[in-house]
């Protein structure tokens, strides 16, 4: 196996760096730069292929809420939104360690971040990261914690759980995003985007098995699997097949959904980072895939869901969404999903209506669809007395369900009223 070109950064930065090493492979953060993943490389070999070009880079946290814009922002990134990053801001200044321990098998940074387009503003918040070894995987868990004064509810934005950026040795871009996910389907090689200078140069692609990867000329390179996530953003900028980590030419990964952050939001996800050939990448996705059917448990966090013409209590959530029905045409919007219609023919949802009405509808999206129209719907009776009752949705008693289904809308009332509201418990394949 050819592997990337020599030449270790840590080497160069040893005292910034706090290291995870199982003999296999090696994993850094930069406690220079936020805790930030600044190297990844086979312990063999010493080379590292993450891009560390500028403090937008990296492998690390980065999330989006308005308002947009967002301060005073950079003139090259206007009508930016909020956005705290990893390892710091576009005028270089860096992100600061609040706690960091490493005990060998576990690696943990608390850090505070940086508004990526303002100067020298720290955000509103805080960045926490675990990291562990298993073979040639990192197991990474982010978590953030929200701290801002400002308590306006924001519309859900994209996000980038996590934002990755590897060297650009690292320039040939696979996933699966085809129909058949788990049985073995030939990979698609992503293209390079052309775009018009200044615009971003990465596709849009639905990771059917929950990865894609960057890879060399040989099929060796880095895997990123989210468990669950679809979405992803990706791709090539620079001279392909050349560069090292501090130079321009870079790959990109973010796997990602909409998302609602509260001002005072606890929001975790985890991911695996896979550093080797790319059907072992695969296999290691195939070990570890969730489940592929619809059971959306609202008691904790509303589970990638967000809301058109409507908004909740926010941040915690008491065991159960709590959604104002108070604008026209209230819409609760799932993430990307992924099931046959014939493996789900019934949905069911666990809801209380404080509401007079008493019609709701379940809108669904099939492959190639990009909005929901009134042929892909049915309608279904409420009981409004306040009290939880499980309703049963038969999908499969219309003629437009089937085929691949990758999205669901919830309309809990037609029209909204003041003071209305309806509670969830869950929305799921299964009745209890």
């Not at 706690?99 to 098998?105: E, F, I, L, M, S």
Request: charged letters at 20%; glycine letters at 8%; aromatic letters at 12%.
């Amino acid at each position: 196996m050819t592997l990337i070109t020599p030449g270790s950064m840590l080497q160069a930065e040893p005292n910034h760096f706090s290291c995870l090493d199982n003999g296999q492979i090696k994993i850094g953060v930069d406690l220079d730069c936020g805790g930030s993943i600044g190297f990844l490389g086979d312990s063999r070999d010493g080379a590292n292929i993450v891009n560390i070009h500028d403090r937008g880079r990296w492998i690390g946290q980065s999330y989006y809420s308005g308002p947009k814009p967002f301060g005073k922002a950079h003139p090259e990134w206007k009508n930016w939104p909020w956005n705290p990053v990893s390892a710091g801001d576009v005028y270089e200044h860096k992100s600061k360690i609040i706690a960091h321990t490493n005990d060998g098998k576990t690696l943990y940074v608390k850090s505070t971040p940086m508004q990526w387009a303002l100067d020298n503003v720290p955000g509103d918040c805080t960045f926490e990261t675990w990291i562990t070894l298993a073979g040639r995987t990192a197991h990474v868990r982010n978590r953030l914690v929200n701290l801002r004064r400002d308590h306006a509810f924001y519309s859900a934005m994209n996000q980038e759980l996590p934002a990755l950026y590897t060297i650009g040795k690292l320039y040939r871009l696979f996933t699966y995003d085809g129909d058949c996910p788990f049985a073995g389907a030939p990979l698609r090689e992503v293209p390079p985007l052309k775009v018009a200078p200044g615009q971003f140069p990465w596709s849009r692609f639905s990771a059917t098995e929950y990865w894609a990867a960057l890879v060399n000329d040989e099929n060796w390179g880095l895997g990123l699997f989210h468990p669950g996530v679809i979405p992803f953003l990706g791709g090539f900028t620079g001279p392909v097949n050349s560069g090292g980590p501090k130079d321009n030419a870079t790959g990109y990964l973010a796997p990602g959904c909409l998302e609602i952050l509260d001002h005072n939001i606890v929001y975790e996800y985890e991911y695996t980072l896979i550093l080797d050939k790319l059907e072992n990448i695969r296999r290691y996705a195939y070990e570890h895939r969730p489940g592929l059917l619809p059971d959306f448990r609202f008691n904790k966090d509303r589970q990638h869901w967000y809301y058109v013409n409507a908004e909740d209590e926010g941040f915690p959530l008491h065991d159960r969404l709590h959604v104002k029905l108070e604008n026209n045409d209230p819409q609760l919007i799932s993430p990307e999903v992924f099931w046959d219609a014939r493996e789900v023919p019934k949905l069911y949802i666990r809801a209380a209506y404080h509401t007079r009405q008493t019609r709701a509808e379940m809108f669904w999206q099939t492959r190639g669809m990009s909005n929901f129209d009134s042929e892909h719907l049915l309608s279904f009776t409420i009981n409004p007395d306040g009290a939880f009752h499980t309703y049963e949705i038969n999908l499969a008693g219309s003629p437009a369900y089937q085929g691949k289904i990758t999205k669901l809308r919830f309309d809990p009332v037609s029209d909204g009223t003041a003071g209305d509201y309806v509670e969830i418990e869950f929305i799921s394949c299964r009745r209890e």
